[in-house]
């Protein structure tokens, strides 16, 4: 056999030899093929030509296969089984079913729709592999940039990011956090101007800029400027302060339940303390692609 012969042995082929190894009768092979008898018959001759070997044993009817068709009926059922996963392999990639989703966030997303959107996520592409990893807004913009992430939940503004796509993904606001045992704790109503004298807990600046600035403007509107004692990197670290009497905060209120036997929460009220989360990418894979129009929040 040359190998121009065999590459003329289709899988169309092999499913026509398939059906008469199965049936050992042309004729209900050929009705099982939808198609007639005579190019059946021509097939399995020019099928037996290229190989060089006689695969079916004849008479006046077939009465079964050689052992070189014995051999190639079982070889052409894996080949034909095998091209079936590379096709379902190939769609699922190209449509997202499959493949791997790199997904970064911020600390408090955790705390509002994500979770929800994750399990959502996974239940309709189980063969996705989710990777999730926090980081701050900043660290995320660069891993978007160096292909490390692939979709980020981010918190916006975000200064010189315009290679970034934004879509809205969830809606929070601040609110302060101070340690259980300390005496504003008890106060049923407190405003932000109760905290002026107070250590400040935040994060610094370079980690998530618009964030930190927003705390300190909504402070100055009170009349203070935050006594920053100390800064830690992510939210969880810095309520974990908190919590150890370390100093007060403002964080996102999504998170007032993180630690809440340690930690007393309360509400601010000025609509200048909600803030947008987004969902941030660059080049979106297929499984990405699919994340982002299942998930968007509309409006």
Request: glycine share 8%.
């Amino acid at each position: 056999m040359t190998t121009d012969s065999r590459a003329r042995i289709t899988l169309r082929r092999m499913e026509q030899f398939i059906a008469v190894a199965e049936e050992l009768h042309f004729h209900r092979a050929a009705e099982r093929l939808n198609m007639s008898q005579p190019p059946l018959t021509s097939a399995i001759q020019k099928l037996e030509e290229d190989l060089g070997v006689t695969l079916i044993e004849r008479g006046n009817r077939v009465l079964g296969l050689t052992l070189a068709g014995e051999t190639f009926v079982s070889e052409a059922r894996e080949t034909l089984r095998q091209a079936e996963k590379a096709i379902i392999s190939t769609v699922d990639v190209a449509e997202g079913r499959t493949g791997v989703l790199r997904l970064g966030y911020v600390g408090s997303a955790l705390y509002g729709r994500l979770p929800d959107v994750i399990r959502k996520f996974r239940a309709s592409h189980p063969k996705v592999r989710l990777e999730l990893r926090e980081a701050t807004t900043t660290a995320q913009i660069t891993a978007l940039r160096d292909g490390m992430l692939d979709i980020g939940i981010l918190i916006p503004p975000l200064e010189q990011a315009e290679d970034v796509e934004l879509a809205l993904f969830d809606r929070d606001r601040l609110c302060m956090a101070i340690p259980k045992d300390h005496p504003l704790s008890k106060r049923s109503e407190l405003t932000l101007a109760d905290l002026a004298d107070e250590p400040f807990i935040l994060w610094p600046m370079v980690e998530g800029r618009s964030f930190h600035l927003q705390v300190i403007r909504l402070c100055a509107k009170a009349g203070f400027v935050p006594t920053i004692t100390q800064e830690a990197h992510g939210m969880h670290a810095v309520l974990s302060l908190v919590s150890v009497g370390g100093g007060v905060s403002v964080i996102p209120q999504s998170m007032s339940g993180f630690r809440g036997d340690q930690i007393s929460y309360h509400p601010l009220s000025d609509p200048e303390t909600e803030f947008d989360l987004v969902i941030g990418y660059r080049q979106l894979s297929p499984s990405a692609r699919a994340f982002v129009l299942s998930t968007v929040k509309k409006g």
